[in-house]
């Protein structure tokens, strides 16, 4: 990891920084009392969270008839979201394993902050799948174990099945890959603190020395579990979208989408961050550390992505017309013109369209911009699941089975709650552990070897005269 | 060990501090742990241990059942009965008869409780078919409405009283002046001769026979013309050409099982290349279930119905009324058609609903100068199944208002609901001094009586039937009575003193029903030597035929009254009788209520059907631009109502129509206050009540009804229409199916909606090249199949049994039964209105309804959709528990309790018949806070312990959270299996048949086994016309169709 000196490359931590104000920028949060912004962050979601609790408990008291579903639509707001939320848990290992690999080294002031968003994202995805049974005191029958019921084992061939597989592994290999980061910090911070705090931290860090044998281990579990995850990367929205692709339903049985769906999960996933970063870097200062160029790079992701999700989806129509299967062409006719005509037009102008701002450079470097997109493809992707879940199952083969959905209180209320689960343990995230990895984002800051004079000193001093301006 | 310190001793020994005792107290654990050691080294556990293990393991045992549903009541026999075996069903011949209503059944029970309806396939009357109402008549024997007992009016309230009061309380009552029986149709001989009975001790009694939906004219018509005041037997199968003027005989008229069957088996085509069938022309302006299966229509106001009838009067007879008033298109049609009927002498048949005398004199005219009688109808063997007599209704109406009667019997009838005077009547009816109701149920009439006394249902009771002449059929009780009711007739004959009967004996009613089969049928038969011989075989056979036909000569009657004048007034709207509801007698009923209405598929009210027509570019417009589900407010004469609205295709452009048997208000918990009652509204004629009316306006768009309970949203497949810009005819389906355009000016791409592979059509002209081009598609549907990377399916069944069915599209009617039946066989849940309002019907099988052709005067297709069963089942390979897997026999089965309900295999039914529990309809959960109401009744409904007596015991009830769908019957299955077992030979065809195929009166539905290969479904396999539904996906579907023919003749549309 020897970095190459070199007064051309640009610096990938702005403002002067030395190795001990890194430790001071990104440790102190959690040291500190929290801000009013954070107090009121989280109460808000935690009310949130409650009513999605509520809502929960509600479904499973009453039935699944508390949610609109019918014997047309059997899967829709549940699923979309659960489609929804493993996308955007893509983009924490994607940035911490193959950007690892690929030696990305602008990976590092954000891979924390997205492995964490990962975790949370996943976290409210598996929700879904469980909440969404009739039966959810009989889940424990989806797991392979010798049983005194014959013993039964689950369905192998049901891509359901998969997908708790998938998911589990996901969620393992992502927590701790999370968590191996985190060691160090960990360490670092009950270097730093006192008392019963430290005793915390000091579990936490498994007893973290630094030394250089911990170091080297250290790496190579990194190395190791980065190898691990770049498959999963692919594997586990691979994997879901079997949940649609093998079967018989027009419009879900294509072989497309497997890549589809990973550049979908991909793009979401790199909006989501985007989101989390604008607003993490405002409240805690982190502008040196999460710069423009980390902006403007997962912009170029954003807009690479999102133009393959919108070739599948021109591909999408080609084939279903050279198919020359009418219900597969009357699949796509219904759902660019069908009831659900807004969701399709939705999804092609926030998923297609928006991010094509992006190839223009000062764009893709606008915070406001690229806030406002972000959330725009969120929505885009949102309703790209909606599209092939809901509108899909609404007019399938029979017409004389063709229904309309539209959503109850408990489902909205369940997915609002998701959100309020997912920023109470950010909000909680962000208070007990570094947002940016410590350790390894001190590896990075003499990549560039002129943050001492040139250029990007002046800036850096420039723009510490600047925020010395406000205070 | 330490001494005790406390008070506490154990014996004397121990209050005495004894050595020897104090030792071996010691020495317990010591010598014991060491021989424990030896015997079970491996062990750690002492007493103790094994003491708390014992605790624990009973505690927990405690907790885990008190977890459980308990087992409430499960008494056994003392004495076993022997005719009853626990598991197998008794079947007993009965007849199920409400009114004019009739189907001679097998009632099956279990463990004493009837269960199910069969049909009785010795009837020569209904051959073995039912319909939804007879399916549906064993609920009504476990409705929580019924009333208990005899009860007394006190006041505004009842009171319970007993029979020694009541018979005490009758007997100053009858000695008055004007008494009343009024009943609707009264087919039972037996019956009759006790009301004779007590005529004759009573003079002063007056019978007063009516019909809900009065056939009033049609009798009075054949006694002018052959002194017969009944129903002629009319034979649809023999007939060629077949005109019915607003006669709905395949759902409601007369007697609709039977024309059914009779009417499937004209239509039958049995050699492509030769095929012909009858054609049924239906002269009507709303879409009945009998218009539904036309081949054409021609489109009348309901004012018109008489010039429509003078019409081909004059074209066939002459000399008739004149036709002025009639449309021009409808007059065009029918010249076309009168010389049609006239190249069919003696091969065609005319029929009419109307209710006006002259109108049915012309009916028979045209039927005789067809030389119809003796072929295609039959006065000879005239049918008694209506009876009633507008006149007398009309007098005794008048005799009430008057004041001259004293005392009321009100018999099996409803008059103050179901009569066009039930308004009138309501308010007058007090004026009767006494008034007495044998209801079974609170209807309107007995809410306004002064004492009920309650007869038996009819699986309680006794009773004959005498159909059709010389054609009778017996009832006989399959439980004892649940309530303490007393069978009418028994009353009656108590009340008269009768010498007759022996009212000391245990059942008398039934030793007067012997007494009188005795004397009379058992004297014009010569089969039997003893009485009791014939009785048993009567009894067994629930049928008895006698030849007494006599031949009738037409005699021709001057037209008696003017015909009904056509209106002039800018909307008409007419009533019509539903198959599931009639005039409101079947409102109570739960399983009927929920029953779409099989050509409108809206359930849990009377829906205002308006005219829809396509506007040439993107809509479909319904009438006053009203949208199904849209609330207006209607004027019918003085009555205003607000009622929602469906978009009817094929109601006639300026009609609009309203079914009758709605808004009730005395119909128990699910009956009551559902939709809007119309019996007030009909016209009132100079001789009957005329089911339209031409005072009616229609309002706009008022409001949105909450709940729209209609499960098919998209009703038709590839109509066509004219494109107004170019003038071609497109496919109006898929042109309205755009939503939005984008600014393209997109109308839709062509072929969508006409090729899918779920229906064939085709006219009869044109069938063997239609079979033709279905057989190229199947070929290339099997290519696809047989490229597939997994092995093919078909070695895996071909030993043993391989279950499949056929269904005939052609012979299925769309009546409904099968749905009925399939309820009750399988338990399936009635959720009530606001769950079919979301799509969350339960029911297995379902009657989809198309329309297709001419989108202004569309035919209609029929499909009764079910789990296909198919042997390559995609909802199989996607339940990750198996809890949907398929049998060595290519059952897809259902293991319930296996069920997680994720409802993959749902979404994945290409078929959509699978079905989810979303709620706790069966009431199975172990707290009762979830479960939902029909209509907030304080148990809900299937919680009720005797509501609950009509589940078949066979069939699991299913929980919250699972799916579940249709099993072909399995259970009826095994019971087949093992009969032959025990009985030690093979399963021979129509071993078993399921619920939907015993049902069925036209034999659409066929069950049996792929792999006997004589058998009958393989027999049916072999129709060029046969085919798989979405074949080409290769889910290999055990269910085949045969594709649907009609013999539209396009003259008639010009």
């Given at each position: 990891m020897s970095a190459v000196v070199s007064p051309i490359r640009k610096p990938?931590?702005?403002?002067?920084?030395t190795y001990h104000q890194i430790t001071e920028d990104l440790i102190s949060p959690t040291e500190k009392t929290p801000t009013k912004e954070w107090v009121l962050g989280f109460v808000l979601s935690v009310a949130v969270l409650t009513f999605g609790v509520f809502c929960i408990i509600w479904t499973i008291w009453?039935?699944?008839?508390?949610?609109?579903?019918?014997r047309t639509i059997n899967w829709s707001w549940d699923i979309t979201n659960f489609v929804w939320w493993i996308g955007i848990g893509h983009a924490g290992t994607l940035i911490s394993a193959i950007l690892l690999l690929f030696r990305q080294k602008w990976r590092t002031g954000v891979n924390r902050a997205a492995e964490a968003m990962t975790i949370f994202a996943v976290m409210c995805a598996s929700l879904f799948p469980l909440i969404h049974m009739?039966?959810?005191?009989?889940?424990?029958?989806?797991l392979p174990y010798p049983n005194t019921r014959g013993p039964v084992w689950p369905n192998f061939n049901s891509p359901l099945l998969w997908d708790v597989f998938a998911i589990s592994t996901y969620l393992t290999v992502s927590l701790l890959f999370w968590y191996t980061g985190l060691v160090p910090d960990f360490a670092t911070v009950r270097d730093r603190a006192k008392g019963f705090r430290k005793k915390i931290y000091n579990t936490l860090s498994f007893?973290?020395?630094?030394?250089a044998k911990h170091w080297q281990r250290w790496e190579s579990l990194s190395l190791v579990l980065a190898g691990l995850s770049t498959p999963l990367v692919l594997s586990v929205h691979t994997i879901v979208s079997f949940d649609f692709?093998?079967?018989?339903i027009p419009g879900w049985?294509?072989?497309?989408?497997p890549p589809y769906f990973v550049a979908g999960a991909i793009f979401s996933g790199f909006a989501m961050v985007l989101t989390l970063m604008i607003i993490t870097r405002k409240l805690l200062h982190l502008e040196d550390y999460i710069t423009i160029e980390h902006i403007e790079s997962m912009n170029k992701v954003i807009l690479l992505t999102g133009t393959i999700v919108g070739v599948a989806y021109l591909t999408e129509l080609f084939i279903s017309w050279y198919s020359g299967y009418v219900y597969e062409q009357f699949a796509f006719f219904n759902r660019a013109l069908g009831p659900y005509w807004w969701s399709y037009f939705g999804m092609m102008f926030c998923?297609?369209?928006?991010?094509?701002?992006?190839?223009?450079k000062s764009w893709r470097r606008n915070i406001t911009l690229t806030f406002f997109l972000s959330i725009v493809v969120n929505i885009g992707m949102w309703f790209e699941r909606f599209v092939i879940i809901a509108t899909t199952l609404a007019?399938?083969?029979?017409?004389?089975?063709w229904s309309l959905y539209s959503p109850t209180w408990v489902e909205i209320g369940i997915y609002v709650g998701t959100f309020g689960l997912f920023f109470t343990c950010y909000l909680i995230f962000a208070r007990v552990a570094p947002v940016v990895a410590v350790a390894e984002i001190k590896h990075i800051?003499?990549?560039?070897?002129?943050q001492y004079v040139g250029e990007n000193a002046k800036r850096a001093h420039h723009h510490g005269d600047h925020e010395s301006d406000h205070h | 060990m330490k001494h005790k310190t406390d008070n506490i001793w154990i014996g004397q020994k121990d209050l005495v501090q004894d050595q020897e005792f104090l030792s071996t107290v010691d020495s317990e654990f010591n010598s014991d742990s060491s021989t424990l050691a030896d015997a079970t080294s491996s062990l750690s556990g002492n007493r103790r241990d094994f003491l708390k293990f014992l605790g624990f393991g009973l505690g927990a045992a405690t907790i885990a059942a008190g977890c459980d549903i308990p087992v409430k009541k499960a008494i056994p026999y003392v004495i076993k009965p022997d005719e009853i075996v626990p598991g197998i069903a008794n079947y007993y011949a009965s007849s199920f008869v409400n009114g004019g209503d009739y189907c001679s059944i097998l009632v099956k029970t279990r463990e004493g409780r009837p269960i199910k309806i069969e049909g009785?396939?010795?009837?020569?009357?209904?051959?073995?078919g039912t319909s939804a109402r007879a399916q549906a008549s064993v609920l009504s024997l476990y409705?929580?409405?019924?009333?208990k007992g005899p009860q007394v009016k006190d006041g505004a309230r009842w009171k319970d009283t007993t029979w020694q009061e009541i018979d005490k309380m009758m007997v100053p009552t009858l000695s008055s002046n004007g008494i009343r029986i009024i009943s609707h149709t009264n087919m039972s001989p037996t019956s009759k001769k006790a009301i004779a009975e007590f005529v004759a001790k009573y003079p002063n009694t007056k019978v007063v026979t009516y019909d809900p939906v009065s056939a009033s004219a049609l009798l009075d018509a054949n006694q002018l013309n052959?002194?017969?005041r009944a129903v002629p037997s009319y034979h649809f199968d023999k007939a060629s050409v077949i005109v019915s003027f607003n006669a709905d005989f395949l759902g409601t008229w007369i007697s609709p099982i039977e024309y059914a069957a009779d009417f499937a088996k004209g239509r039958a085509i049995n050699d492509v290349t030769k095929a012909s069938m009858s054609r049924l022309i239906q002269v009507e302006n709303h879409m009945s279930l009998t218009g539904s299966n036309a081949d054409n229509r021609i489109l009348v106001r309901p004012s018109e119905q008489g010039v429509a009838i003078a019409h081909l009067y004059n074209e066939?007879?002459?000399?008739?009324?004149?036709?002025?008033?009639?449309?021009d298109k409808a007059k065009k049609a029918i010249s076309k058609v009168a010389s049609e009927l006239k190249s069919k002498q003696g091969s065609s048949l005319v029929v009419s609903a109307s209710n006006n005398v002259s109108e049915q004199l012309m009916i028979n005219a045209i039927n005789n100068a067809l030389g119809n009688?003796?072929?295609?109808?039959?006065?000879?063997?005239?049918?008694?199944q209506r009876q009633g007599n507008d006149t007398d209704l009309k007098a005794f109406v008048d005799d009430v208002k008057s004041g001259s009667v004293d005392l009321l019997l009100v018999y099996g009838a409803n008059p103050v609901y179901d009569t066009v005077y039930g308004k009138e009547l309501g308010d007058t009816i007090?004026?009767?001094k006494n008034k007495v109701s044998f209801a079974t149920v609170m209807d309107e009439t007995s809410a306004l009586c002064d004492v009920i006394v309650p007869t038996h249902h009819y699986l309680e009771s006794w009773g004959d039937v005498?159909?059709?002449?010389?054609?009778y059929s017996l009832i006989q009780p399959?439980?004892?009575?649940?309530?303490n009711s007393r069978q009418a007739e028994e009353s009656l004959l108590k009340w008269c003193g009768s010498?007759?009967?022996?009212?000391?004996?245990?059942q008398p009613y039934y030793e007067y029903l012997k007494d009188n089969w005795k004397n009379t049928m058992f004297g014009g038969?010569?089969?039997?030597?003893?009485f009791q011989g014939f009785w048993d075989s009567a009894l067994h056979d629930g049928i008895y035929s006698q030849n007494s036909a006599s031949s009738v000569a037409y005699t021709s009657a001057p037209l008696s009254g003017g015909i009904t004048k056509p209106s002039k007034s800018e909307i008409e709207i007419s009533f019509f009788e539903t198959v599931h509801l009639a005039n409101g007698?079947?409102?109570?009923n739960p399983w009927l209520m929920e029953?779409?209405?099989?050509?409108?598929?809206?359930?849990w009210d009377n829906y205002l059907a308006v005219p829809v027509s396509f506007d040439g570019f993107r809509n479909m417009v319904g009438f006053n631009d009203l949208v199904d589900g849209d609330v207006v407010e209607i004027q019918v004469g003085e009555k205003s109502m607000k009622v929602p609205v469906i978009q009817q295709f094929g109601q006639m452009p300026g009609t609009v129509s309203l079914a009758l048997?709605?808004?009730?208000?005395?119909?128990g918990n699910t009956g009551s206050n559902v939709g809007q009652n119309v019996n007030d509204c009909i016209t009132k004629g100079e001789n009957g009540p005329q089911?339209?009316?031409?005072?009616v306006t229609v309002s706009g768009k008022v409001d949105k009804t909450k709940?729209?309970?209609?499960?098919?949203y998209h009703h038709t497949i590839g109509v066509k229409g004219v494109d107004?810009?170019?003038?071609e005819v497109i496919n109006a389906d898929e042109a309205a199916l755009?939503?939005?355009?984008y600014f393209t000016g997109a109308t839709g791409f062509q072929g969508a909606l006409t090729d899918r592979s779920v229906i064939y059509t085709s006219n009869v002209k044109d069938v063997a090249e239609n079979a033709e081009s279905l057989k190229h598609k199947r070929e290339h549907a099997q290519h696809l199949n047989a490229q597939q990377i997994y092995g093919g399916?078909?070695?895996?069944?071909?030993?043993g049994h391989h279950w499949g069915m056929h269904i005939d599209l052609n012979a299925?009617?769309?009546?409904?039964a099968c749905t009925i039946a399939c309820m009750s066989e399988n338990n399936v849940p009635v959720v009530g209105r606001k769950e079919v309002s979301r799509?969350?019907?339960?029911?297995?099988l379902r009657i989809d309804r198309y329309y297709y052709g001419d989108v202004n005067n569309p035919n209609t297709v029929y499909q009764p959709m079910m789990?296909?069963?198919?042997?390559?089942?995609?909802?199989e390979n996607v339940c990750p528990v198996n809890a949907t897997n398929h049998s060595a026999e290519g059952l897809n089965q259902m293991a319930y309790n296996r069920?997680?309900?994720?409802?993959y295999c749902a979404n994945n039914?290409?078929?959509?018949?699978r079905r989810f529990n979303w709620l706790d309809y069966t009431k199975?959960?172990?707290?009762?806070?979830?479960?939902?109401?029909l209509r907030n009744e304080s148990t809900p409904f299937m919680a009720d312990n005797l509501t609950r007596m009509?589940?078949?015991?066979?069939v699991t009830v299913r929980s919250r959270g699972v799916i579940e769908k249709c099993s072909f019957c399995v259970q009826r299955i095994q019971e087949g299996k093992l009969t032959a077992k025990i009985e030690g030979r093979s399963l021979l065809d129509g071993d078993v048949k399921t619920a939907c195929q015993t049902a069925c009166p036209t034999n659409a539905i066929t069950f049996g086994d792929?792999?006997?290969?004589?058998g009958t479904l393989n027999k049916k396999l072999e129709s060029p016309l046969t085919y798989i539904a979405?074949?080409?996906?290769?889910?290999?579907?055990?269910v085949n169709y045969t594709m649907k023919v009609n013999n539209r003749d396009e003259a008639l549309d010009a």
């Open positions: 990938l931590i702005t403002g002067n920084k009453v039935g699944i008839g508390s949610w609109n579903l019918n009739g039966r959810i005191w009989l889940a424990p029958f989806i007893g973290w020395t630094g030394s692709a093998t079967s018989v049985h294509t072989t497309i989408f998923n297609v369209v928006a991010p094509q701002f992006f190839w223009k007019r399938d083969y029979l017409p004389s089975s800051l003499k990549t560039g070897g002129n | 009785n396939a010795l009837s020569p009357v209904t051959k073995g409705d929580t409405n019924r009333i052959f002194g017969v066939i007879v002459g000399g008739g009324p004149s036709s002025d008033g009639l449309n009688y003796g072929t295609t109808l039959d006065i000879s063997m005239p049918s008694y007090s004026k009767i005498e159909v059709k002449k010389g054609q399959t439980i004892s009575p649940l309530f010498s007759t009967v022996d009212m000391m004996s245990e038969q010569n089969g039997y030597a003893t007698q079947y409102a109570g029953m779409p209405d099989p050509v409108a598929r809206t359930s048997g709605y808004g009730r208000t005395e119909a089911l339209y009316n031409t005072a709940e729209f309970a209609c499960v098919q107004n810009k170019t003038g755009v939503y939005f355009d399916f078909d070695d895996k069944y071909a030993l299925c009617v769309g009546c409904g799509h969350h019907e339960m029911t297995w789990c296909q069963h198919c042997d390559n089942a995609p909802c069920c997680i309900g994720t409802r039914c290409p078929y959509k018949v199975a959960d172990l707290w009762p806070i979830n479960q939902p109401t009509v589940l078949n015991p066979d792929f792999n006997d290969h004589e979405l074949e080409e996906i290769n889910v290999r579907s055990s």
